[in-house]
């Protein structure tokens, strides 16, 4: 089955570490995205990229990267600069010629 | 400034009511417009999608939404709610010559509570 896959469902992590977020799309589409979602602020987008070796910060990127060495792969690294990063992240990804984005099943990071 | 509005931020409607959840938008080029549910602690799932055409578009569950540009809305309706239907809803609205830019533009979302 075509499909994102995130992972971990959940993740617990202790202040001051740095953590990564796994977004994987067998659905061969060019752009991905990643989403901080906090109750009652919809989504947030952290950063976004449209082709392979190239990624664009979004609106709120401090305190995040990414990577984007494989059309597949998005992961996300929450740093330690990242001052509230307990929050609900969910990877998206769309195909070349559409807007329409496709949704992973969501990580919720919990940092202690 | 680009934006999408959703005036309520929750709903009750009672099992087998109609509903009526409403979206506004502002945005400069001709809009791309979608409706996604949210199931807790879920991913987004596409409900349905504007690009042209027909201004009454029909979704996935029974639901459908009017494209209005002259009152630049939204809406999302369905005739008679099941107690399944409880979620989030997003609104959000993207640029028809995206070329480039793909992103989209989010309202802040509408709580949907079913009481059976």
């Known amino acids: 089955d075509g499909g994102i896959t995130q992972s971990p469902k959940y993740l617990f992590r202790k202040e001051g570490q740095n953590v990564t977020l796994s977004c994987e799309q067998n659905?061969?589409?060019?752009?991905m995205y990643w989403y901080r979602q906090d109750p009652g602020q919809g989504l947030r987008l952290i950063y976004y990229?449209?082709?392979?070796?190239?990624?664009q910060k979004g609106d709120i990127a401090e305190g995040y990267s990414v990577s984007r060495e494989k059309k597949e792969s998005f992961p996300l690294t929450v740093t330690s600069a990242q001052k509230n990063p307990t929050a609900f992240y969910l990877c998206?990804?769309?195909?070349?010629?559409?807007?329409?984005?496709?949704f992973g099943p969501g990580t919720r990071l919990t940092v202690l | 400034a680009q934006s999408v509005t959703q005036p309520d931020i929750h709903i009750t409607v009672s099992e087998g009511a109609s509903l009526e959840l409403r979206c506004n938008y502002s945005y400069g080029a001709t809009p791309y417009l979608f409706w996604y549910v949210q199931s807790p602690g879920q991913g987004l799932q596409l409900l349905l999608k504007y690009f042209s055409g027909d201004t009454l578009v029909q979704g996935i569950k029974g639901f459908e939404a009017e494209f209005k540009r002259s009152q630049s809305s939204f809406n999302l309706r369905k005739p008679s709610v099941h107690w399944s239907d409880a979620a989030e809803y997003f609104c959000a609205v993207g640029a028809s010559n995206a070329g480039n830019n793909r992103k989209l533009i989010w309202g802040l979302g509408t709580s949907l509570a079913v009481n059976p």
């Open positions: 998206a990804s769309s195909p070349t010629s559409g807007l329409v984005q496709f």
């Open positions: 659905l061969n589409h060019d752009a």
């Open positions: 990229s449209q082709i392979v070796n190239d990624f």
